[in-house]
């Protein structure tokens, strides 16, 4: 996965805007405080909610 860090300081959760962690492996922006993980497909975040996998 190949992000901007610029991107990555302005990207937060779209449901409740908290900052989001890297997982490289799973290709995943993750949010810990609503348990969601983001997808990231072809260097894109996808921040929709509706795509967004729930952790719990």
Do not use: F, G, K, W
Request: charged share 25%; glycine share 0%.
């Amino acid at each position: 996965m190949n992000l901007d860090p610029a991107l990555l300081e302005i990207l937060v959760c779209p449901q409740c805007r908290a900052t989001l962690a890297v997982d490289d492996e799973a290709s995943e922006l993750v949010c810990s405080a609503c348990a969601l993980a983001y997808p990231v497909r072809r260097d894109i975040p996808v921040m929709l909610v509706d795509e967004a996998r729930s952790l719990r």
